[in-house]
């Protein structure tokens, strides 16, 4: 049995209520412990709120919420009101409501307060103190209030979930959510289960079911796809997707996810021109970011050019002549130009509502969404409204990296069976017929659900192979807690690290002082990459390809290009191509190493790390500019990072550009910065591949010299560093270090300031609260 700690308990998706403690009903209570004010006393409740908004451990909209709470009814329990403050506080960490249970049984674990860079000097009362004599039946008898809470439909703020009424007798799980985040996951339980009960409907569906038809699947598929001895799960995934108006497809990097999709929507596009061949589907393809999007058109691009299209339209053609007269030559389109989920949906400034909507659908056959896992509720709810009844979703993603930044873990909910399959009998003889290989017999389960059959894992990665240390390390971290022991795990975690693979370099710091000024091998390794980490001072590896890999580098490397290669006595305006294709080098440059932390504060968060990073980067003559200008100013060479879509500038959260200095035209020989970000359509436009902003007119950006694991995701670079903190820390978990390594492509250095710290982060895993039940 599995000790490994999770962050959270929470309802199985499927159904089946993990087993949880309860100490709050059953503990000896102290007699010397008196109860907190704060639990019987509104003002006493009020006051504390004021404390911990102070501080900085709640936010002034949590202390709003309970002060409207507080007049719109007088008479509510205070209890009543703490458990919406703790419930609107909890959606700031990604929670969609707060799990009653969780909280009593490690209240400052479960709230994660105090927060990350409290120093608790005089802190006010921790959760664990105010909770301490709160027992859950005193609590969940306190949540009902007529006016201000409900357990469903209806129009008070608060929603109450009772996991008996949902998992019967047995189960105390309790959930309190605000409304909104409520109708959030029924709407997502809804959509999704209408998908799936109509997914045999072959009159909503783009193919039918004859024989024909099923045999173009099968032939569709075999041109497609090599021929293997075992099962091929991209196959498999393309064939299970064709048969669902909602597709799920998960995998870890390198696993062909982009392939399969680009492959499956050929398929589709095939079928669908066998039945109507005047009328091919259309296909969208969307990621919530614009980074992630950009990044998805650069692949989707390449795969696309490698599709066997004649092949297929032969195929076509010789099983259903007379319908495809009317066809084109080229009728087989799959289209590469990639959108955010924003612009998808029409974002209307300054509100939370788009212009496709339930009322208003999206104008489309099929939706490809790729990095769901950066997809939260509210948008994932937002797009499965605007979707057409008719149309066709699919989800591409890692289950097991991090969720959104915002509320939700959708996709994670969604595959938290996908390791077994659980695929039916039905399921089973579907795929072996289509793809003419059995489904291996442990991913068979009578009692399959039906969200079980609309997802496929792909489980052989074409990126890591037995012989990358960057694989192995994440396949060893990745193992589910319930797998092996907390023990066992570490074992293999620091195996990995042993071996002595060409790939990986294992760096700890602070091995006398543990001060970041003092330590100069985390100076190293941001300015040259410290080569001398790996084998052969990264030298002479190839890839699957054969091809040489560049060794390692650092910082030094995109600002040596960014000065070596400054176009000369040449104005700006002038020379527009000669420009865009210095700052495409640079920013090419600049993916070729990047330092991920997981803390934000501090001197080992972003905020310490990019003031250091900088100023060593300085010292090596690489960067020029006092310490308040590296702080807080503009200067050449800064790396940026846009937080808040703008949508004038064309600009969305995640972007990145490099502040180059280009010649002034009003002040001949002298110089004026201007910020380059890759264009958003750079693969379909060649003319301007480079958006170039003034600094001036930039108002959410970051220097990310050191970036959040949470900000790479959707990213990927040849060398990528990963730094964990000097102390554990709630936020390090198995996801987070499992994300942050699978951002490097060729090269990962493993940095921890203080040995010890990985065993703690591996063994930790989140468990984000939902109510996500069976679909």
């Known amino acids: 049995m599995s000790n490994s700690r999770k962050e959270f308990h929470t309802p199985d998706l499927f159904g089946a209520p993990p087993e949880t403690e309860q100490p709050t009903e059953n503990r000896a209570l102290s007699p010397q412990v008196n109860a907190h004010p704060a639990l019987s006393d509104t ?60 909280t009593l049984s490690a209240p400052d674990f479960a709230l994660s307060l105090p927060p990350e860079g409290d120093d608790l000097t005089d802190p006010p009362p921790l959760p664990s103190e105010v909770l301490a004599t709160l027992t859950l039946a005193k609590w969940q008898t306190a949540l009902h209030h007529p006016v201000l809470t409900s357990e469903g439909p209806g129009n008070t703020p608060l929603v109450v979930a009772n996991a008996a009424t949902q998992h019967g007798e047995g189960s105390h799980t309790t959930r309190l959510y605000l409304r909104r985040y409520w109708q959030y996951e029924q709407t997502l339980h809804q959509e999704i289960a209408n998908r799936l009960a109509t997914s045999h409907d072959s009159e909503r569906l783009p193919y039918g079911e004859s024989a024909d038809s ?29 048969r669902s108006r909602f597709g799920v497809i998960t995998g870890g990097p390198g696993t062909g996810k982009t392939t399969t999709v680009v492959r499956l929507l050929a398929l589709l596009q095939t079928l669908q021109l066998a039945q109507a061949p005047s009328q091919p589907l259309r296909i969208r393809l969307a990621a919530p970011t614009g980074k992630a999007a950009a990044r998805l058109n650069e692949s989707i691009a390449g795969q696309v050019n490698n599709l066997p299209i004649a092949q297929l339209e032969t195929l076509l053609n010789e099983q259903f002549e007379e319908r495809l007269n009317a066809a084109s030559a080229s009728a087989i389109a799959i289209p590469t130009e990639v959108t955010t989920l924003h612009r998808l949906l029409g974002a209307r400034a300054d509100t939370r509502h788009f212009r496709h909507n339930a009322d208003n659908p999206l104008a489309l056959d099929v939706l490809v969404v790729d990095e769901a896992s950066m997809v939260d509720i509210e948008m994932m709810t937002a797009v499965l409204s605007a979707l057409p009844a008719q149309a066709q979703l699919i989800l591409l993603g890692d ?36 793809t003419g290989q059995p489904l291996p017999p442990e991913y068979l389960d009578p009692h399959g659900q039906p969200l079980d059959q609309a997802i496929t894992m792909l489980r052989v990665s074409h990126r890591f192979n037995a012989q990358s240390g960057i694989g192995q390390l994440a396949q060893a971290i990745n193992q589910p807690g319930h797998v092996q022991s907390e023990r ?7 195996s990995v690290l042993r071996h002595g693979y060409p790939d990986l370099h294992h760096l700890v710091l602070g091995r006398h002082s543990g001060h970041a000024d003092e330590d100069s091998e985390l100076d190293k390794l941001v300015t040259s990459g410290s080569p001398g980490g790996f084998l052969n001072n990264g030298e002479g590896r190839t890839n699957h390809k054969g091809e040489l890999i560049a060794p390692p580098t650092g910082y030094r490397h995109y600002l040596q290009v960014l000065k070596q290669r400054r176009p000369q006595g040449l104005s700006f305006e002038e020379n527009t191509n000669t420009y865009h294709h210095w700052a495409s080098e640079v920013l090419n440059a600049y993916s070729h190493f990047q330092l ?13 790390l990019n003031l250091r990073i900088a100023k060593t980067l300085r010292r090596e003559k690489l960067l020029l500019g006092s310490d308040h200008t590296l702080e807080n100013g503009w200067f050449e060479g800064r790396p940026v990072m846009v937080t ?11 972007d990145i550009g490099i502040t180059m200095a280009v010649p002034d035209p009003r002040a001949p020989g002298r110089t004026l910065l201007r910020v380059a970000f ?23 950006v970051e220097t990310v010299f050191a970036m959040t694991v949470h900000k790479s995701q959707g990213s990927e670079f040849q060398h990528t560093a990963l730094l964990l903190p000097q102390t554990p820390n709630p936020i390090l978990t198995r996801e987070l270090v499992y994300t942050g390594i699978t951002r490097a492509r060729d090269w990962l250095t493993l940095v921890e300031v203080k040995r010890g710290v990985l065993n703690e982060a ?14």
């Open 43 to 102: 003002d006493a409740l009020l006051a504390l709120c004021e404390r911990w908004v102070a501080r900085g451990w709640l936010k002034d909209l949590d202390r709003a919420l309970v002060r409207f709470l507080a007049v719109e009814a007088p008479d509510a329990s205070p209890l009543l009101l703490l458990a919406a403050a703790l419930a609107s506080h909890q959606l700031g960490r990604g929670h969609v409501c707060l799990d009653l249970n969780a």
């Open 214 to 242: 099923q045999r173009l699947l099968k032939q569709a598929l075999d041109t497609l796809f090599t021929p293997t001895d075992t099962l091929d799960w991209q196959k498999a995934a393309c064939a299970l997707a064709a």
């Open 596 to 608: 991920l932390c997981a803390l934000r504060k501090g001197p080992w968060g972003v905020e310490g």
């Open 678 to 700: 890759p264009s958003t359509s750079a693969a379909n436009d060649s003319e301007n591949p480079i958006h170039w902003v003034l600094p001036s007119r930039l108002h959410a």
């Open 644 to 654: 808040q879509n703008d949508y004038g500038l064309k600009l969305m959260n995640g």
């Open 399 to 434: 289950k097991d990296q991090l969720a959104s930044v915002e509320a939700g873990a959708v996709l994670g909910d969604l595959c938290r069976r996908a390791d077994a399959a659980h695929y039916t009998q039905e399921t089973a003889q579907w795929i072996e017929h289509a």
């Open 488 to 494: 066992e795990k570490q074992q293999a975690v620091h």
């Open 762 to 775: 591996v063994t930790r895993e989140v468990m984000r609260v939902s109510g996500m039940g069976c679909i």
